[in-house]
């Protein structure tokens, strides 16, 4: 068996002829792609070929779908609906994935509570409202709180107040206008003309005031209108000058020095005396306000030093006593001191009086003791600093840094 397998290898080797006496066909080349892939796979590509190949047949089945895609879009019309849809797609602008920040699976967003309460915006009053003073008001303070103008409230309650702010005490009711201006009671014999212009306004702006309730058509002759006595209206802008209820300023040694203040306390001509430096000391030991500032837009052109009844007063510079004694104008007991300079002071509300008319003082002298007399809702100084030139000045400015 094995020397037949021997016998016909051989004549396989040798071209020899089969035993059906033909001759074995010569071998057939291997096809082209055969020999390329027999390559690439003896230069160890033959994995990275198939990777590439399936690779690409991958992009060309996504490119015949979109073209699909495409045209079956192209085909089917959109619905107004989906029309809109497409257009927000289409012009949203694409987010980076990277920029969203994480949010924890717990949270559950913002909580929103129904508001129950309706802000309604504050209107402009129209009618006149009532103000009971308490324990601590001032003139300025009460202006504030209806942001108002200090004279309105003086002008708003002229028989309250007389022009002078200290009539203002615990208790008492004050009209608080809407509108910044003056509280006028009209009176027998009044004309427009006349009332508006001592009032600062026009005749008109009475008139058109809703609140005061008068008409052009029927008001007549603005020389003698159709106003019962008696009518209060309100005048929008309204101010005049205040009454001079304060102490008017006197004259000093270049000529004779005089208080020209009424008053049982009023001294005569004063030729001679001290004269002063020309600056000023503290007039009490406290340098502390107690209610009243100086304050020409209430009529109060002093300042009210706060202290106890019987603390001691001191003259501010030297010069001469031009008064001393009861005042009528609401001051009670009162000092003033002729300087020689051109400059007065005055000293009001004294429980005591420590000079006498003519009297020379030195800066710093003890003329008094600090009180509540005349017109005044407590114990405290009230000082004032004037001058020929000047009038009446504003205290703080002249007397040291407290």
Not at 81 to 104: G, L, Y
Not at 253 to 269: E, I, K, L, Y
Request: proline share 7%.
């Amino acid at each position: 068996m094995t020397d037949e397998f021997q016998e016909v290898a051989q004549q396989a080797s040798q071209g020899e002829q089969t035993p059906a006496g033909t001759t074995a066909p010569e071998p057939q080349p291997k096809p082209a792609k055969n020999n390329w892939l027999e390559m690439l796979a003896q230069l160890g590509l033959g994995e990275l070929a198939i990777r590439i190949g399936i690779n690409l047949l991958t992009i060309l089945g996504v490119v015949l779908v979109v073209f699909g895609m495409k045209s079956f879009f192209k085909a089917v019309p959109l619905s107004p609906s989906a029309r809109s849809t497409a257009i927000v797609a289409t012009a949203t602008p694409s987010v980076q994935i990277a920029s969203i920040p994480q949010v924890s699976s717990t949270y559950r967003g913002i909580v929103r509570e129904a508001l129950i309460h309706t802000t309604i915006p504050t209107r402009p009053r129209q009618e006149i409202a009532q103000y009971t003073v308490v324990k601590g008001d001032t003139v300025i303070g009460i202006a504030e709180k209806f942001n108002l103008k200090p004279q309105t409230i003086m002008f708003g309650n002229y028989y309250t107040l007389r022009d002078d702010p200290h009539n203002l005490s615990i208790g008492t009711v004050l009209n608080i206008l809407p509108v910044d201006g003056y509280y006028y009671r009209w009176e027998v014999g009044d004309g427009l003309n006349g009332v508006a212009r001592g009032l600062n306004v026009a005749p008109e702006d009475i008139i058109n005031y809703p609140q005061n309730h008068l008409d052009l058509a029927t008001i007549g002759d603005f020389s003698n209108p159709n106003i019962q006595p008696g009518t209060w209206l309100i005048v929008p802008g309204g101010n005049r000058p205040y009454s001079s209820w304060s102490a008017p300023v006197g004259i000093t040694r270049d000529q004779p020095a005089s208080s020209r203040v009424s008053g049982s306390g009023a001294c005569g001509q004063i030729s001679d005396g001290a004269v002063g430096l020309g600056y000023f000391t503290w007039p009490a030991n406290n340098h502390t306000l107690s209610g009243f500032d100086y304050s020409p837009e209430t009529n109060h052109r002093g300042i009210d030093l706060a202290g106890e009844t019987g603390e001691p007063i001191y003259a501010v510079d030297a010069g001469v006593i031009v008064y001393a004694g009861w005042n009528e104008w609401g001051y009670g007991n009162m000092i003033m001191i002729d300087h020689g300079t051109g400059w007065q002071s005055l000293y009001a509300h004294l429980s005591a009086i420590n000079v006498v008319c003519g009297q020379s003082v030195d800066m710093g002298t003890v003329i008094g003791a600090l009180g509540n007399t005349g017109r005044s809702s407590g114990s405290h100084l009230h000082f004032e600093l004037m001058h020929t030139l000047y009038s009446k000045v504003n205290p703080w400015l002249y007397l040291p840094a407290p």
